[in-house]
């Protein structure tokens, strides 16, 4: 993602906009944007401007101008004021002009209460001015500079507080509080705050930048350290650094910081630079590097360049909304400019680990940042949008999210930018790379430098480098590859030590040591990815002879016997070797070409012979000697001696005094001689001594004060001095079995005092240590370094090896190693003779030591410098590969002459060697030439020279390399003659068949090999001098051909398989056919088929094979078919006929090849409609059989009816689903073009069922109104009294069904039944009788309905059944419910009237609730039911009028909660807002006489009435239809509190006001007696329905407009839906 921004529109909608204006502000207030004031024209006028504008983008769609307007004071006019957000809903405006005016006064906006307010501030204000700068800095606002008119331009800074207590501002004036210069005076200028450290809560400095004075104009920057000093607390001017600023003068820009992690950005657009130059290019400043630039515009156009204009930052879509502004016209536009890409999220990425991983992905990386969250976490890995992939990741902490990378294949190894986004919130910005790599290829991988020369050293590290190569052979730029060296000899007998180190960067340095000369294998292997298999690099294993680094020196002179217990130093360039026997001292003289040993004549008296002893270097002249074994009597020594030798050359002894130490392991550090550890006796002793060795007379040796680590006693160990540090190592040390074994400790005393030592045991060391051992030698190499060599190791068998020890780093570094072969069975005689290591032997065989050897070790191995041995052997490797190179093209040359050369052996042998030499040598050449080439790269990055080298290396392949280009253009020729020849074989024929064809195959396929195994010569050659990618052409015809002729093959023999089988399949009878296998052996050879190589399709042989298979699949199918059941005699005659040959099928030796001759393939249509018919005739033939079969067993089933020997029928249910099915499988065979052999049976069970269907419906219709008919017409007196005619037509038509009823029950059979002839129309005449009859009753009702209406809501059924038993009052009472909305039933004196009588209701009970409501006088059930319901109608609604008249006069004599329970809960209601409605008109009448508060403190009666009757529903002792009482009661009071509520509130004082007239009111008419309900206009009697005990719906708002709205629909004689 490219850090750049871009321009866009924003499309505002709306028609009123703010006017164009410039010197205006625009603020960020939460989610509001704030426009006020500035410079514009209004009404055609300049002028200065005050209205206030905000922008809302609540809808993004949306996004409009809204101008707000504001009641009380606000600002005057002004332009050029700034206005800073306080908070998110307040604002604060300073300053600015209007014309020659400028204010000082401060003004607070608040948006929530839109509203101005004008602020009182403590302390003098500064001086009015426009053109200056205010910045929020936490609860202050910094105001610097501007212009006050009449030439004052000022540089002071004010404090506006807004911390004052109870919201109080106040000014202070810090311009003499601030320590430094700060800027000279200007206006016009920007101001901006920033931190300095990453992530920041807090910001450090402000900024100003730029502006201008009356005379010129800035390009200034100055920075106030807004960190108060820790002394003064003063802030200061920082005068030293210069602070960011633009590259150019420039003022009226506008310039704001915006937070981004880690840093701050501050963006910078528009402004003026010179006369009419008006800017319109946008600077960043990042707050990390503090440096500006300007970000690419990635798309969108630049708006025009303006100044006096503001902006706001949107961080809904991370972009900066500008605004109008000036340039040389007041402008209006609103432009945004998106800076999400600059910005960010609110979170970063700093680093990952690791920086690099493989191209298949799967490395786990833990990325680290800032202020991550949990959350959906994705990871996108890419430069661009063409090669991003976006993975999810995991939040590990606020610092952490781990991710697996991606597979990276398909985009191949690049360098990547890693970015997180946390729920969607956008990319990280900051650049965080991960390298991709391709997999290390050992086939690509190799090695050079020194230790891979022909010949290297023992002893010494060889140094080799490893160059990494990925499977597209790129070198590797990172580390991390497992390469693993191997030193062999070539016997395999001794493995040398080796280490590789990764250098991070693709190249390994690899080294290796071995003990001894001999030839070696150096083996390089590589673990590849995903496998533990090492595979060696290219070249591997290298072959090189190891040859001897010690130089040997002549002996001349006395030579030494050999000895034990002896000890070499070197004083000057003198060998100086005491001790072991009684030779006395023998000095080896090493300063000219031979050394020569000598026996030294000592003076002074010398010390008795000794052996393991001590020799200590006391100066460059002088040795000490103590303590040793007595050869005399094996008596341990602790005496001690001075060997010096002397100016003139002289040697001589002398001997102090001995105080008390008999320790053996001696060690002088400047004047002092240390006495460390040692034996005495057999025995490890502990104590430790030293003694001042100028002191010549008497040697006072004094045990030093040791601290720190306790040293175990040792013996046989071996100590050396640096510095004022003493190092001792190994030694011998007993065991738990007191056996004495080799130890590998290591003891640090450091010299902090006189006589003070600081002892530190096995102190940590870097590098391998050396093995433990004793009896070695140790000296100082050199300052800070201390040289081991040497010693017997725990087995007791000498080592030879030498070690460095760095003290300072305490590092071990092996310096040689060497076969312990090479030393005396005793232990090595060595010392060092400056910086080298000498050492002593014997010739095999020889008692003396006269061998001396010296190794430079040091030396060699610098000698052995990549840089240095490459150097010079790079070139003698070039020049032995041009002088091969001479020889062959030499050789080649002579080639060119066939004539001659075909007369001269010599030549010919000299053209064969050639070759051998080129083709054996091919592999060994490439690899030299880029070992070559890597070494010249590599000393070239070392600033070694090296383009005269790689040009003669070009050089010298150059002309080779066009003799065999020529070749291989003669060769390309050839072969391409011989692929267009090749397509004339007949073999791509598939009429040559596969006896000729394979032949041909087979010769052209050796030619092909023979020109193939050419083009590979050819190939050789032309590698070795980097063009064999020419070579690919050719060598791709030749293997295209290969394959061409192989694939052709695979042709016939695909042919010769399938042939094969299908002989076999054609001989099989037809009674054993098995075809389901035939069909699955054909779809394997069209799969094999189609398995054979696209390439080829096109040729005739693989069509021949192709149609030969897919003819024989499709007669397959056709011989399944054949074989069908279903066939019978006249399918096979049609199938004759249609192929025109005649066959028998029925012969017992009919084949499948009879059937095949007929070739089926060419009559496929034919034999599908064949197969077809046969199959869908055996489908008719078995339906048939079917139907016949079932609809012999169906019967009607007989229900009986009533009380009669009469039963009706009904066909079951099964035998229905049967009928519908069976009658669908008869249209279909009807339908199927094949019916002709069975129409007359189709044709016939189609009529059957048709008859079964039609005769089952009607009789059933028959039946239905027949048995409801039957009881009215034959039962029901009143019907026939009343249908005289009817009646007589029913008793006929009742005497046929009954005959035909009883006919079916006779015969049983459904088919039998319903196929009888005329009983069709027979039944439809008696239902057309029927339907006479049903409208004559339906007449009947009619004329019941209309004396009863309320019979219209009672269904037929239940209609017949009142009017069939309306002499019987008693069964009439179950369909009351049905008739009256609330009434259950009526109870009545007599429940079993005797006959002949009725009974009288007494009352009514609900259905509705519980309750039950007496009559007052009996009501007889007389006369026909209709008449009687009537009379029940009215009884109810006067019964009911009579209990709430008195229910009126029962209200006041007794209380409400009381009351309620002695009345019906419908009229408790009623009573309840008649009073309701009389109070509440007192309460009016009260207030019209002047009491106000008459209606709130009937409000407050109606709570009390509520209350207790809320109280009342506590009972436990309430029965249910009480407690509903109650509860309906207090629905209705609560209904009216809020009604009474609203009127308060709205303050209707009149009884004719509407929010009272518009209720619902009922009122008791005295002067008739009846309640009255009204509405507005509207008056209507109650209706006096009974509606029993049921709940009462809550009355809504929505229940009173109902209320009106039925009301007056109902009053003006309109219909009204109440539903609804």
Same mark, same amino acid.
């Given at each position: 993602?490219?850090?750049?921004?871009?321009?866009?529109?924003?499309?505002?909608?709306?028609?009123?906009? /703010?006017? $164009? %204006?410039?010197?205006?502000?625009? !603020?960020?207030? +939460?989610? &509001?944007?704030?426009? @006020? =004031? *500035?410079? #514009?024209?209004?009404?055609?006028?300049?002028?200065?401007?005050?209205?206030?504008?905000?922008?809302?983008?609540?809808?993004?769609?949306?996004?409009?101008?809204?101008?707000?307007?504001?009641?009380?004071?606000?600002?005057?006019?002004?332009?050029?004021?700034?206005?800073?957000?306080?908070?998110?809903?307040?604002?604060?405006?300073?300053?600015?002009?209007?014309?020659?005016?400028?204010?000082?006064?401060?003004?607070?906006?608040?948006?929530?209460?839109?509203?101005?307010?004008?602020?009182?501030?403590?302390?003098?204000? /500064?001086? $009015? %001015?426009?053109?200056?700068?205010? !910045?929020?800095? +936490?609860? &202050?606002?910094?105001? @610097? =500079? *501007?212009? #006050?008119?009449?030439?004052?331009?000022?540089?002071?800074?004010?404090?506006?507080?807004?911390?004052?207590?109870?919201?109080?501002?106040?000014?202070?004036?810090?311009?003499?509080?601030?320590?430094?210069?700060?800027?000279?005076?200007?206006?016009?200028?920007?101001?901006?705050?920033?931190?300095?450290?990453?992530?920041?809560?807090?910001?450090?400095?402000?900024?100003?930048?730029?502006?201008?004075?009356?005379?010129?104009?800035?390009?200034?920057?100055?920075?106030?350290?807004?960190?108060?000093?820790?002394?003064?607390?003063?802030?200061?001017?920082?005068?030293?650094?210069?602070?960011?600023?633009?590259?150019?003068?420039?003022?009226?820009?506008?310039?704001?910081?915006?937070?981004?992690?880690?840093?701050?950005?501050?963006?910078?657009?528009?402004?003026?630079?010179?006369?009419?130059?008006?800017?319109?290019?946008?600077?960043?400043?990042?707050?990390?590097?503090?440096?500006?630039?300007?970000?690419?515009?990635?798309?969108?156009?630049?708006?025009?360049?303006?100044?006096?204009?503001?902006?706001?930052?949107?961080?809904?879509?991370?972009?900066?909304?500008?605004?109008?502004?000036?340039?040389?016209?007041?402008?209006?536009?609103?432009?945004?400019?998106?800076?999400?890409?600059?910005?960010?999220?609110?979170?970063?990425?700093?680093?990952?680990?690791?920086?690099?991983?493989?191209?298949?992905?799967?490395?786990?990386?833990?990325?680290?940042?800032?202020?991550?969250?949990?959350?959906?976490?994705?990871?996108?890995?890419?430069?661009?949008?063409?090669?991003?992939?976006?993975?999810?990741?995991?939040?590990?902490?606020?610092?952490?999210?781990?991710?697996?990378?991606?597979?990276?294949?398909?985009?191949?190894?690049?360098?990547?930018?890693?970015?997180?986004?946390?729920?969607?919130?956008?990319?990280?910005?900051?650049?965080?790379?991960?390298?991709?790599?391709?997999?290390?290829?050992?086939?690509?991988?190799?090695?050079?430098?020194?230790?891979?020369?022909?010949?290297?050293?023992?002893?010494?590290?060889?140094?080799?480098?490893?160059?990494?190569?990925?499977?597209?052979?790129?070198?590797?730029?990172?580390?991390?590859?497992?390469?693993?060296?191997?030193?062999?000899?070539?016997?395999?007998?001794?493995?040398?030590?080796?280490?590789?180190?990764?250098?991070?960067?693709?190249?390994?340095?690899?080294?290796?040591?071995?003990?001894?000369?001999?030839?070696?294998?150096?083996?390089?292997?590589?673990?590849?990815?995903?496998?533990?298999?090492?595979?060696?690099?290219?070249?591997?294993?290298?072959?090189?002879?190891?040859?001897?680094?010690?130089?040997?020196?002549?002996?001349?002179?006395?030579?030494?016997?050999?000895?034990?217990?002896?000890?070499?130093?070197?004083?000057?360039?003198?060998?100086?070797?005491?001790?072991?026997?009684?030779?006395?001292?023998?000095?080896?003289?090493?300063?000219?070409?031979?050394?020569?040993?000598?026996?030294?004549?000592?003076?002074?008296?010398?010390?008795?012979?000794?052996?393991?002893?001590?020799?200590?270097?006391?100066?460059?002249?002088?040795?000490?000697?103590?303590?040793?074994?007595?050869?005399?009597?094996?008596?341990?020594?602790?005496?001690?001696?001075?060997?010096?030798?002397?100016?003139?050359?002289?040697?001589?002894?002398?001997?102090?005094?001995?105080?008390?130490?008999?320790?053996?392991?001696?060690?002088?550090?400047?004047?002092?001689?240390?006495?460390?550890?040692?034996?005495?006796?057999?025995?490890?002793?502990?104590?430790?001594?030293?003694?001042?060795?100028?002191?010549?007379?008497?040697?006072?040796?004094?045990?030093?004060?040791?601290?720190?680590?306790?040293?175990?006693?040792?013996?046989?160990?071996?100590?050396?001095?640096?510095?004022?540090?003493?190092?001792?190592?190994?030694?011998?040390?007993?065991?738990?079995?007191?056996?004495?074994?080799?130890?590998?400790?290591?003891?640090?005393?450091?010299?902090?005092?006189?006589?003070?030592?600081?002892?530190?045991?096995?102190?940590?060391?870097?590098?391998?240590?050396?093995?433990?051992?004793?009896?070695?030698?140790?000296?100082?190499?050199?300052?800070?370094?201390?040289?081991?060599?040497?010693?017997?190791?725990?087995?007791?068998?000498?080592?030879?090896?030498?070690?460095?020890?760095?003290?300072?780093?305490?590092?071990?570094?092996?310096?040689?190693?060497?076969?312990?072969?090479?030393?005396?069975?005793?232990?090595?005689?060595?010392?060092?003779?400056?910086?080298?290591?000498?050492?002593?032997?014997?010739?095999?065989?020889?008692?003396?030591?006269?061998?001396?050897?010296?190794?430079?070790?040091?030396?060699?191995?610098?000698?052995?410098?990549?840089?240095?041995?490459?150097?010079?052997?790079?070139?003698?490797?070039?020049?032995?590969?041009?002088?091969?190179?001479?020889?062959?093209?030499?050789?080649?040359?002579?080639?060119?002459?066939?004539?001659?050369?075909?007369?001269?052996?010599?030549?010919?042998?000299?053209?064969?060697?050639?070759?051998?030499?080129?083709?054996?040598?091919?592999?060994?050449?490439?690899?030299?030439?880029?070992?070559?080439?890597?070494?010249?790269?590599?000393?070239?990055?070392?600033?070694?020279?090296?383009?005269?080298?790689?040009?003669?290396?070009?050089?010298?392949?150059?002309?080779?390399?066009?003799?065999?280009?020529?070749?291989?253009?003669?060769?390309?020729?050839?072969?391409?003659?011989?692929?267009?020849?090749?397509?004339?074989?007949?073999?791509?024929?598939?009429?040559?068949?596969?006896?000729?064809?394979?032949?041909?195959?087979?010769?052209?396929?050796?030619?092909?090999?023979?020109?193939?195994?050419?083009?590979?010569?050819?190939?050789?050659?032309?590698?070795?001098?980097?063009?064999?990618?020419?070579?690919?052409?050719?060598?791709?015809?030749?293997?295209?051909?290969?394959?061409?002729?192989?694939?052709?093959?695979?042709?016939?023999?695909?042919?010769?398989?399938?042939?094969?089988?299908?002989?076999?399949?054609?001989?099989?009878?037809?009674?054993?056919?098995?075809?389901?296998?035939?069909?699955?052996?054909?779809?394997?050879?069209?799969?094999?088929?189609?398995?054979?190589?696209?390439?080829?399709?096109?040729?005739?042989?693989?069509?021949?094979?192709?149609?030969?298979?897919?003819?024989?699949?499709?007669?397959?199918?056709?011989?399944?078919?054949?074989?069908?059941?279903?066939?019978?005699?006249?399918?096979?005659?049609?199938?004759?006929?249609?192929?025109?040959?005649?066959?028998?099928?029925?012969?017992?030796?009919?084949?499948?090849?009879?059937?095949?001759?007929?070739?089926?393939?060419?009559?496929?249509?034919?034999?599908?409609?064949?197969?077809?018919?046969?199959?869908?005739?055996?489908?008719?033939?078995?339906?048939?059989?079917?139907?016949?079969?079932?609809?012999?067993?169906?019967?009607?089933?007989?229900?009986?009816?009533?009380?009669?020997?009469?039963?009706?029928?009904?066909?079951?249910?099964?035998?229905?689903?049967?009928?519908?099915?069976?009658?669908?499988?008869?249209?279909?065979?009807?339908?199927?073009?094949?019916?002709?052999?069975?129409?007359?049976?189709?044709?016939?069970?189609?009529?059957?069922?048709?008859?079964?269907?039609?005769?089952?419906?009607?009789?059933?219709?028959?039946?239905?109104?027949?048995?409801?008919?039957?009881?009215?017409?034959?039962?029901?007196?009143?019907?026939?009294?009343?249908?005289?005619?009817?009646?007589?037509?029913?008793?006929?038509?009742?005497?046929?069904?009954?005959?035909?009823?009883?006919?079916?029950?006779?015969?049983?059979?459904?088919?039998?039944?319903?196929?009888?002839?005329?009983?069709?129309?027979?039944?439809?005449?008696?239902?057309?009788?029927?339907?006479?009859?049903?409208?004559?009753?339906?007449?009947?009702?009619?004329?019941?309905?209309?004396?009863?209406?309320?019979?219209?809501?009672?269904?037929?059924?239940?209609?017949?059944?009142?009017?069939?038993?309306?002499?019987?009052?008693?069964?009439?009472?179950?369909?009351?419910?049905?008739?009256?909305?609330?009434?259950?039933?009526?109870?009545?004196?007599?429940?079993?009237?005797?006959?002949?009588?009725?009974?009288?209701?007494?009352?009514?009970?609900?259905?509705?609730?519980?309750?039950?409501?007496?009559?007052?006088?009996?009501?007889?059930?007389?006369?026909?039911?209709?008449?009687?319901?009537?009379?029940?109608?009215?009884?109810?609604?006067?019964?009911?009028?009579?209990?709430?008249?008195?229910?009126?006069?029962?209200?006041?004599?007794?209380?409400?909660?009381?009351?309620?329970?002695?009345?019906?809960?419908?009229?408790?209601?009623?009573?309840?807002?008649?009073?309701?409605?009389?109070?509440?008109?007192?309460?009016?009448?009260?207030?019209?006489?002047?009491?106000?508060?008459?209606?709130?403190?009937?409000?407050?009666?109606?709570?009390?009435?509520?209350?207790?009757?809320?109280?009342?529903?506590?009972?436990?002792?309430?029965?249910?239809?009480?407690?509903?009482?109650?509860?309906?009661?207090?629905?209705?009071?609560?209904?009216?509190?809020?009604?009474?509520?609203?009127?308060?509130?709205?303050?209707?004082?009149?009884?004719?006001?509407?929010?009272?007239?518009?209720?619902?009111?009922?009122?008791?008419?005295?002067?008739?007696?009846?309640?009255?309900?009204?509405?507005?206009?509207?008056?209507?009697?109650?209706?006096?329905?009974?509606?029993?005990?049921?709940?009462?719906?809550?009355?809504?708002?929505?229940?009173?407009?109902?209320?009106?709205?039925?009301?007056?629909?109902?009053?003006?004689?309109?219909?009204?839906?109440?539903?609804?």
């Amino acid at each position: 993602m490219t850090q750049s921004i871009y321009w866009e529109p924003v499309p505002v909608t709306g028609d009123v906009f /703010p006017a $164009p %204006r410039s010197g205006h502000s625009f !603020t960020t207030l +939460g989610e &509001r944007f704030i426009l @006020f =004031g *500035g410079n #514009g024209r209004l009404g055609g006028k300049p002028q200065a401007l005050n209205d206030l504008w905000e922008l809302d983008m609540s809808e993004p769609e949306e996004i409009k101008w809204k101008e707000l307007s504001i009641g009380g004071p606000a600002p005057s006019a002004r332009a050029r004021h700034t206005s800073v957000a306080v908070d998110d809903a307040r604002m604060v405006v300073f300053g600015g002009l209007d014309k020659n005016k400028r204010f000082n006064d401060v003004w607070v906006f608040n948006c929530d209460e839109k509203s101005w307010t004008l602020k009182e501030i403590e302390g003098a204000a /500064p001086e $009015p %001015r426009a053109h200056f700068t205010a !910045t929020r800095f +936490g609860t &202050r606002i910094l105001i @610097f =500079g *501007g212009y #006050g008119g009449c030439g004052e331009v000022y540089n002071d800074m004010w404090v506006l507080h807004l911390d004052g207590e109870e919201g109080a501002f106040r000014w202070e004036n810090l311009t003499e509080q601030i320590d430094g210069t700060g800027p000279p005076p200007r206006f016009d200028h920007c101001a901006f705050i920033y931190p300095i450290e990453p992530n920041s809560p807090t910001f450090d400095k402000l900024v100003i930048m730029g502006g201008r004075d009356l005379s010129q104009m800035f390009s200034d920057s100055h920075c106030l350290d807004l960190r108060p000093n820790e002394e003064t607390g003063r802030l200061s001017w920082e005068n030293d650094a210069q602070p960011p600023t633009l590259p150019y003068e420039i003022c009226n820009n506008i310039c704001n910081g915006i937070e981004s992690v880690p840093f701050h950005k501050v963006f910078s657009f528009g402004g003026k630079k010179g006369p009419m130059q008006y800017l319109s290019t946008v600077e960043v400043m990042d707050c990390g590097s503090q440096v500006w630039s300007t970000p690419p515009v990635d798309h969108g156009v630049s708006p025009s360049g303006r100044e006096d204009t503001a902006w706001v930052f949107d961080a809904k879509t991370c972009s900066l909304l500008i605004f109008g502004g000036w340039s040389n016209r007041w402008l209006n536009d609103l432009v945004r400019l998106n800076i999400s890409s600059i910005i960010g999220p609110p979170y970063a990425c700093t680093c990952i680990e690791p920086e690099s991983g493989p191209v298949f992905g799967t490395t786990e990386l833990l990325i680290k940042g800032l202020r991550f969250r949990g959350g959906k976490i994705q990871v996108k890995f890419g430069n661009n949008e063409k090669n991003e992939v976006v993975v999810d990741g995991e939040f590990v902490d606020s610092t952490t999210v781990m991710v697996r990378t991606p597979n990276y294949e398909v985009f191949g190894a690049l360098a990547v930018d890693v970015r997180v986004s946390i729920n969607g919130e956008g990319w990280t910005v900051n650049k965080v790379k991960f390298a991709y790599f391709a997999n290390t290829a050992a086939r690509n991988c190799i090695a050079y430098g020194p230790g891979l020369l022909e010949t290297s050293l023992f002893g010494i590290e060889m140094p080799f480098l490893i160059q990494a190569k990925d499977t597209q052979n790129e070198k590797r730029g990172s580390g991390a590859d497992e390469f693993t060296a191997k030193v062999v000899s070539e016997d395999g007998k001794i493995t040398g030590l080796t280490r590789v180190v990764d250098t991070g960067t693709g190249i390994y340095e690899a080294f290796y040591t071995v003990p001894m000369t001999g030839d070696y294998l150096v083996h390089v292997t590589f673990t590849e990815l995903g496998s533990s298999q090492q595979v060696a690099i290219r070249g591997s294993p290298f072959k090189t002879t190891i040859e001897d680094p010690w130089t040997k020196h002549r002996i001349m002179g006395s030579t030494p016997a050999k000895r034990k217990g002896a000890t070499l130093n070197t004083v000057g360039t003198e060998l100086v070797l005491y001790g072991g026997d009684k030779s006395g001292v023998s000095v080896c003289a090493t300063d000219a070409g031979d050394w020569k040993w000598s026996t030294a004549t000592v003076e002074g008296e010398p010390p008795p012979d000794r052996s393991m002893h001590t020799a200590t270097l006391l100066s460059d002249s002088e040795i000490a000697v103590f303590g040793g074994t007595k050869l005399a009597d094996n008596a341990d020594l602790n005496d001690m001696y001075y060997l010096k030798k002397n100016p003139d050359g002289s040697w001589s002894w002398s001997h102090p005094a001995l105080g008390e130490p008999y320790m053996r392991h001696p060690l002088a550090v400047d004047r002092d001689f240390y006495v460390l550890c040692g034996d005495s006796g057999g025995e490890n002793i502990t104590e430790f001594g030293m003694t001042d060795t100028t002191d010549r007379e008497t040697a006072q040796f004094l045990e030093p004060i040791l601290t720190g680590d306790i040293p175990e006693p040792c013996k046989a160990c071996a100590v050396a001095s640096t510095g004022n540090k003493l190092v001792m190592f190994g030694g011998q040390k007993p065991n738990e079995e007191e056996l004495l074994l080799a130890v590998a400790d290591l003891v640090v005393f450091e010299i902090n005092g006189p006589n003070n030592l600081l002892a530190t045991v096995n102190p940590p060391c870097k590098g391998a240590a050396p093995a433990a051992r004793a009896f070695h030698t140790m000296q100082e190499y050199s300052p800070g370094k201390i040289f081991l060599y040497g010693g017997m190791d725990a087995n007791n068998k000498p080592l030879n090896d030498a070690w460095l020890l760095d003290v300072s780093t305490m590092t071990w570094e092996l310096v040689y190693y060497g076969s312990p072969e090479m030393v005396l069975p005793t232990g090595s005689v060595a010392t060092l003779l400056g910086n080298k290591l000498v050492m002593l032997n014997s010739n095999a065989g020889s008692p003396k030591l006269d061998m001396a050897s010296s190794l430079d070790f040091i030396g060699i191995r610098d000698s052995f410098n990549f840089v240095d041995k490459m150097k010079v052997e790079s070139v003698a490797i070039l020049e032995r590969l041009e002088t091969w190179i001479d020889k062959q093209t030499h050789a080649m040359d002579l080639a060119q002459n066939l004539e001659k050369l075909g007369q001269s052996f010599d030549s010919l042998l000299k053209v064969m060697d050639s070759l051998f030499q080129i083709k054996t040598k091919k592999t060994e050449s490439d690899l030299l030439m880029e070992q070559l080439g890597e070494c010249f790269t590599m000393l070239s990055g070392h600033k070694v020279s090296t383009a005269k080298l790689e040009k003669r290396l070009e050089t010298a392949l150059a002309s080779e390399a066009e003799r065999i280009k020529k070749d291989l253009e003669t060769f390309a020729s050839k072969v391409l003659n011989y692929k267009m020849e090749s397509r004339k074989r007949t073999y791509f024929k598939y009429a040559t068949g596969p006896d000729a064809a394979y032949p041909e195959l087979d010769k052209t396929g050796a030619e092909l090999t023979s020109l193939k195994k050419e083009c590979e010569r050819l190939y050789e050659l032309a590698a070795i001098f980097e063009f064999a990618h020419l070579v690919d052409p050719t060598m791709m015809m030749i293997k295209e051909s290969l394959e061409e002729v192989t694939m052709v093959k695979d042709v016939w023999d695909t042919s010769v398989l399938c042939e094969q089988q299908f002989a076999d399949w054609k001989a099989t009878l037809w009674n054993d056919i098995r075809t389901d296998e035939m069909e699955d052996g054909a779809k394997g050879f069209i799969k094999e088929v189609k398995g054979l190589n696209k390439k080829v399709r096109d040729e005739d042989c693989f069509r021949g094979v192709d149609d030969s298979v897919k003819n024989f699949l499709i007669s397959v199918p056709l011989v399944a078919d054949l074989r069908s059941p279903a066939m019978r005699d006249r399918h096979w005659e049609q199938l004759m006929t249609a192929t025109a040959v005649s066959f028998d099928v029925n012969d017992p030796s009919f084949k499948l090849d009879d059937l095949l001759k007929l070739e089926l393939h060419k009559f496929e249509e034919e034999v599908g409609e064949i197969v077809d018919r046969a199959q869908k005739e055996e489908k008719m033939e078995l339906a048939l059989e079917k139907l016949n079969e079932t609809w012999s067993k169906v019967e009607f089933q007989f229900i009986k009816f009533k009380e009669t020997p009469i039963s009706t029928i009904k066909m079951a249910e099964e035998d229905f689903e049967a009928l519908e099915d069976n009658q669908v499988l008869v249209q279909g065979m009807m339908a199927n073009r094949y019916m002709n052999t069975f129409r007359d049976a189709i044709l016939g069970w189609n009529k059957k069922l048709m008859n079964v269907a039609d005769v089952n419906q009607i009789m059933s219709e028959i039946q239905r109104t027949w048995a409801y008919l039957e009881s009215l017409f034959i039962h029901s007196e009143e019907v026939k009294k009343e249908l005289p005619e009817a009646t007589v037509r029913f008793a006929t038509i009742d005497k046929e069904v009954k005959e035909v009823l009883k006919t079916f029950a006779e015969l049983k059979n459904a088919v039998e039944c319903c196929n009888r002839d005329g009983l069709m129309k027979f039944l439809e005449k008696q239902q057309s009788e029927l339907e006479i009859c049903e409208k004559a009753l339906a007449d009947y009702m009619e004329s019941k309905r209309r004396a009863f209406p309320r019979f219209y809501f009672v269904s037929t059924a239940d209609l017949l059944d009142i009017l069939s038993n309306g002499n019987s009052p008693t069964r009439v009472m179950i369909h009351m419910s049905k008739c009256f909305q609330a009434i259950e039933k009526l109870k009545l004196d007599n429940d079993n009237p005797p006959p002949g009588t009725r009974p009288k209701a007494l009352g009514m009970e609900t259905c509705v609730g519980l309750e039950y409501v007496a009559f007052q006088k009996p009501l007889p059930l007389i006369a026909k039911v209709e008449d009687y319901m009537n009379d029940i109608i009215s009884t109810m609604r006067s019964e009911l009028r009579l209990i709430l008249k008195d229910s009126v006069a029962d209200y006041p004599t007794k209380a409400r909660h009381d009351w309620i329970f002695d009345w019906p809960s419908q009229l408790i209601l009623v009573v309840n807002q008649i009073y309701w409605c009389q109070e509440v008109e007192e309460a009016y009448a009260k207030i019209a006489q002047g009491d106000k508060g008459a209606m709130a403190k009937y409000n407050e009666l109606q709570i009390s009435q509520l209350t207790k009757l809320i109280e009342v529903t506590t009972r436990g002792d309430l029965k249910k239809e009480s407690r509903q009482k109650v509860m309906n009661m207090i629905t209705i009071d609560a209904h009216s509190r809020d009604i009474i509520a609203q009127n308060v509130e709205a303050g209707a004082d009149k009884v004719d006001s509407f929010q009272w007239v518009a209720q619902l009111r009922s009122y008791w008419d005295t002067s008739v007696n009846d309640c009255r309900v009204r509405i507005c206009d509207a008056s209507f009697p109650y209706g006096y329905e009974y509606l029993g005990n049921g709940a009462r719906l809550v009355i809504t708002p929505l229940t009173d407009r109902i209320y009106i709205t039925a009301t007056q629909a109902c009053w003006l004689c309109l219909g009204t839906a109440p539903a609804g």
